[in-house]
């Protein structure tokens, strides 16, 4: 018998936690030729190749070689993974014995540790010792020790003044570990404050630039850097907010914003801003501190004014209307009193709040809105109500239906009536009517036959589930509208229900995209394809 031949993948990995990165009991080159002079002392294993991760993180597995190695694990490229301790394959306690005790074992791979001696084909128990979780454990240990570590020299370093982070924010460039003034932008960062300060919103401030063809911090910093990219970037409310609430502009450098979960989950949470680290008279400033005072008096009078007239009117369109060309969108821009009557304007957020120059103007008022929508509901709904009636039944040939649910009764009584002879060949065995000999035959061949009709008829019932599968999915669909039919007053339930984007065009006119608008669409299709097929 020919000997198994294991194709290979050799895991390699280094990463910042591992101290210094050149160290020669963990390099890159060191891990490659120990794994290189095992595989030359064995003569069941062949290599395949060689998957690396240099600088990431052993507390997830969300690292570019490691997932094409499993991607050619999962293609049946490679049977076998070879690494020189556990700790390189990974330092998460619970995953890894999630690859090691299940994963592997079910895929049919190799696994070998060298200097853990663990091989899982030559030495199956090799797995089972308990030192495997024992070092496990440790590797996943002395990652959230480094961490804690790595988080309090952060804080100590914050709080000496050190700037931990690798860039600068607008305004500032990042020179010798200091910040110094970017002086092309200077100008723009001064006369946002003094618009603030002379009573102008963010709104009003981001359109001026936008207008004037300053560029934004984001396009500034790619044409500083030559970072191509394939669209301009804008200004907006937000950047201008950012920047008008961001004490570094005025010398104090404030850290320690935000941090992680821990050190397996890298998801940034916020620190609330009494545990803030803030060292004043950090570096130059570019306005005055009294400056950047009455900056934050204007935003908070004008945010407290925003409330109050938002308050005025909630729209049950909030989150619902774009934009038809710059797909951004519909804002809510006026509200205005006549005979005490409030009348409420949607505006397209690019043409009003950024540019006149990014899109068309475009505005819709609230009651035309209402009318437009519930007007196409209702025309929707009895489009789909006379497909139902008329048009349904036609989608798929219920001829053939029929004809396969009729061989799947005809099968099913057939393994019905293999199963009575199962049920006979057992009781002339008791009663010594059979050999052995005689119910082994009868049996496997009952079996064999019940094998194949159980397949059949899986395919059988696979066919049906296809055919009918688009008739259940309309069915579905338009029940939902049928709820609301001769609708006269919209609701948020209905909206929920019923719709993903409602788009305006120039003309006012309006496109709704329902939820599971591939359903409806398919229903058009078909409808015009019957309607084509009539004519």
Request: hydrophobic residues 30%.
């Amino acid at each position: 018998m020919d000997k198994k031949i294991y194709k290979a993948g050799a895991y390699i990995r280094l990463s910042r936690e591992d101290g210094n990165k050149f160290e020669e009991s963990n390099s890159i080159k060191n891990q490659r030729d120990l794994i290189n002079e095992f595989i030359d002392e064995q003569d069941d294993i062949s290599i395949y190749g060689y998957y690396s991760d240099d600088g990431r993180t052993g507390t997830n597995f969300d690292r570019p070689g490691f997932q094409r190695m499993m991607k050619d694990m999962y293609d049946k490229k490679i049977d076998c993974i070879i690494v020189k301790d556990l700790s390189r394959f990974g330092r998460n306690y619970i995953e890894v014995g999630r690859y090691i005790d299940y994963i592997f074992p079910s895929m049919g791979i190799r696994f070998i540790s060298i200097n853990d001696n663990i091989d899982n084909v030559k030495n199956p128990e090799s797995l089972n010792s308990v030192i495997v979780p024992f070092k496990n454990l440790m590797n996943d240990e002395y990652c959230r020790d480094i961490a804690r570590k790595v988080k309090k020299v952060k804080e100590v370093q914050r709080l000496n003044g050190e700037i931990t982070s690798g860039s600068a924010p607008y305004g500032y460039l990042l020179k010798d570990k200091n910040y110094v003034i970017d002086l092309e932008v200077k100008d723009i960062i001064t006369m946002i404050f003094e618009m603030c300060i002379a009573g102008e919103s963010s709104t009003k401030i981001a359109y001026k630039l936008n207008e004037e063809n300053i560029d934004c911090p984001k396009e500034h910093f790619c044409k500083r850097n030559n970072v191509e990219h394939s669209k301009k970037y804008y200004w907006d409310s937000t950047k201008i907010s950012n920047i008008l609430k961001n004490e570094v502009y005025c010398g104090t450098l404030v850290q320690g914003k935000t941090t992680t979960l821990n050190n397996k989950v890298r998801v940034s949470v916020p620190v609330p801003k009494e545990d803030w680290i803030r060292v004043e008279n950090h570096h130059e400033p570019i306005i005055d501190k009294e400056t950047f005072k009455k900056a934050q008096e204007c935003i908070l009078s004008r945010t407290t004014a925003t409330k109050l007239k938002r308050n005025v009117f909630n729209s049950i369109f909030r989150g619902y209307l774009k934009c038809y060309d710059c797909k951004k969108n519909m804002v809510k821009t006026s509200c205005n009193k006549y005979k005490d009557k409030t009348y409420l304007v949607y505006n397209c957020f690019t043409y009003k709040r950024m540019s006149k120059k990014l899109c068309l103007s475009r505005s819709i008022k609230y009651e035309e809105l209402m009318s437009k929508v519930i007007e196409k509901i209702n025309s929707d709904t009895e489009f789909l109500i006379d497909f139902e009636i008329n048009k349904l039944d036609s989608m798929h040939d219920n001829e053939e239906l029929v004809k396969i649910a009729d061989e799947i009764s005809l099968k099913n009584k057939r393994m019905e009536e293999l199963e009575n002879l199962k049920k006979e060949i057992l009781y002339d065995l008791k009663k010594d009517l059979i050999t052995n000999d005689d119910y082994d035959f009868y049996f496997e061949t009952y079996n064999n036959e019940m094998k194949k009709l159980l397949k059949e008829l899986n395919k059988l019932k696979e066919k049906e589930f296809t055919l009918s599968h688009d008739k259940r999915i309309i069915k579905d669909f338009i029940r939902c509208f049928k709820k609301y039919r001769n609708l006269d007053e919209l609701n948020e339930k209905i909206l929920e229900e019923l719709i993903e984007v409602i788009y305006v065009k120039s003309d006012k006119s309006i496109e709704i995209i329902y939820l599971n608008n591939d359903v409806y669409e398919m229903i058009r299709n078909f409808s015009k394809e019957i309607s084509n097929g009539e004519k």
